[in-house]
């Protein structure tokens, strides 16, 4: 690859473009075809996929036959608008030759002509929905509708698409009757919904088009290798510089076309605030005291301008929560817009006093937070530049002056950063030795570790996973599992993504004499994967924690298995280190003491009754369209979440009593905005504790991992022996505390 490519270490990346369509357009055909410039571009790009992707070589021509598939699953998410002929037509008239006129030709003629029927099809179904919405609808009839078709087959016919959306038409009234509208009000919130709809599907252009289509090819080698048109790519570099006001959250569109929180940024507006949750939805966008405007279908592009403001000023959000399991649930949060302050999202920790086995006297036991792993030219609010290692050496120190016996290292929600920093931190707890292996589309293997003797802390520890912890979380979490330093507990598996993307410009790659004179996009690709010490990868599998904790993530997609075209596991040859995994003698009693206490606590009742609650409702795979059944539905959802609340307010009271230690000052409680709704009086049922601490009282994970190093102690205060087959087991009084 040429030297003069510029590099970006990315750790997450949402596109500020939807994935899925839903919008607007006026009666007039609009007819696209490839520009000259853009058939540059795409010859270049598939040049760089078949040279540096990490999995250049599982590609092959024929590999193409499923583009037109996924790029009209792009298009029409929920399969609503083709027909099953629309797509056998498409296949018929543009699978043989795909791959010669992309390839070769650098022609995506057949990404604007699929579009063009998708446009008829949108305004013919949008005139249809009209007339449809003028019509009584019968909310008794015993029928459902199936919640999420976005793996569904596309109609077969006019007349069952006729049907289906008949279907949707009842479920949209229903979901607004049950948010207390009248029928009449809920007919023109649905009205309007189709009218913006057909309003964007217009006002997207050519250069749209090629992204989504473009993605659908590059995603035939894994799913978060993609192609950002000019303008998105112009989006991108501003974010990757600059700090831009708003409310701090990742966003992307979903195939349903809601706008969804996929991570929030520690330390923003939205994570301080502490209401706002990965998953959510995004149904409205209101400023201050506004009316609010609906977004599902809107491009994600302007709901992103909705959001984003003038710093200080408040946006209000109308959100479906992503624990909520009927789709008329609605929650209103309010944010006084902000840059984001570094210094709330760098590491913090705290003391926890821990009840001892015997009851006689307290452990004194230390926590480590770590929200991800910046450094390099992350600046602190005061300028001065930060690193995610540094601050947690210094935490470290803090920790022993106040005399811990043990410390939890909580990696939860942590979704990477840079893996310098993710090597140095690993470093602080090993003498010396390799700490990842990284090899590229060449089979080449580099090993990566700690080459400083010094050791900032060689006590007992535990780290705390979840299945948001991602790429350099699981680095450090796999690397002190694989040298025995440190028991690992949590949910079933971390987030499996162990690969590295490169963002490539493409005015940097193409022949100088061949430049355009205006911009161009970029494509960010998968480029390495990362391997433990011993060789295994972190790909799919993530990191297995040692103690399995019960917990609502597992049932959720949200791990790097759950994505198309994903990278498969494997292994290499097992780098040389000091260190073996933790022995039996010790994971086989804490796991034992552990389990007890999950079946006899309160609070483990309380988790595991909510994840039943939550995984039958993730499993009902459609809805009534019967309003009573609904309203039944909800009623019996509400009093579950009371009675929830009751138990965790019950479990708050057992909390371990803490103090904090933080680098810098803790940030100030947050204003509330004028006629705020206190979060206590929300209706929307949560499952999630919304408590402004850093520490929530109720969560029940950090609680168990506390205790299980407690237990760990009485095998010894030196770690050393945690790997010794002699070591005596447990007594039982572990699963008294």
Known sequence: MPTRLRRFTTALFFALF?????????????????????????????????????????????????????????????????????????????????????????????????????????????????????????????????????KAEWPETPAAADTLWRSRLKFEIGSEVLNKKTVEEAREIVRKRYERML???????????????????????????????????????????????????????????????????????????????????????????????????????????????????QVRLIVQPGSATDSSTRKEISIIRDVVKLDSARAHAAVFDIPSSNGQATIPLGVISLPSFYGGESEADDGVRTSAAQDVAELITRLQAEKVQGIVLDLRRNGGGLLSEAIDLTGLFIKTGPVVQVRNFESRINVNGDEDPKIAYDGPLAVIVDRFSASASEIVAGALQNYGRAIIVGDSSTHGKGSVQQVIPMSEVLPTLLRPAGKTGAAKLTIQKFYLPSGASTQLKGVVPDIVLPSFEDYLPVGESDLPHALVWDEIPSSFFNGKPLQPTLITPLRSASQRRQETLDEFAYLKRSIEWFKQRQEQKTISLNIDDRRRQKESDDAFDKTNKAEREKIAQGAYPYREIRIVPAPPPRIKAPDEKPADESETPILDDDSDEAYPKSDVHLREALRILADALQLGQNPEVWSDPHAAPLTAQAVRR
């Open 18 to 150: 939807a994935v899925t369509l839903a919008c607007s357009a006026p009666a007039t055909e609009r007819k696209f075809s490839t520009p000259s410039t853009l058939r540059l571009e795409i010859r270049q790009l598939l040049s760089l996929l078949e040279q540096y992707h990490y999995n250049r070589d599982a590609v092959r021509p024929a590999s193409y036959s499923g583009v037109i598939a996924d790029y009209m699953g792009a298009v029409d998410g929920q399969r609503l608008f083709f027909l099953a002929s629309d797509k056998a037509a498409f296949e018929k008239r543009y699978s043989n030759n795909l791959y010669y006129n992309v390839h070769d030709l650098g022609n995506i003629d057949a990404a604007y002509e699929i579009f063009a029927v998708y446009d008829q099809r949108s305004r013919e179904r949008i005139a249809w929905i009209n007339e449809e919405l003028k019509r009584d609808f019968d909310l008794t009839q015993p029928d459902s509708y199936c919640l999420d078709r976005s």
């Open 199 to 313: 309003k964007n599907i217009a006002e997207l252009e050519g250069a749209d088009l090629a992204e989504l289509f473009l993605t659908s090819i590059t995603q035939l080698y894994d799913p978060h290798s993609t192609y950002m048109s000019a303008e998105n790519f112009k989006d991108f570099d501003i974010k990757m510089k600059l700090q831009l006001v708003g409310i701090g959250a990742m966003l992307s569109m979903d195939k349903e076309d809601y706008c969804v929180v996929r991570e929030l940024v520690p330390g923003g507006p939205a994570d301080l605030e502490k209401s706002l949750k990965p998953n959510d939805k995004i149904i409205a966008v209101a400023q201050g005291d506004g009316e609010p405007v609906e977004v599902i279908g809107m491009k994600l592009r302007r709901i992103v301008e909705l959001i984003r403001g003038t710093k200080g000023t």
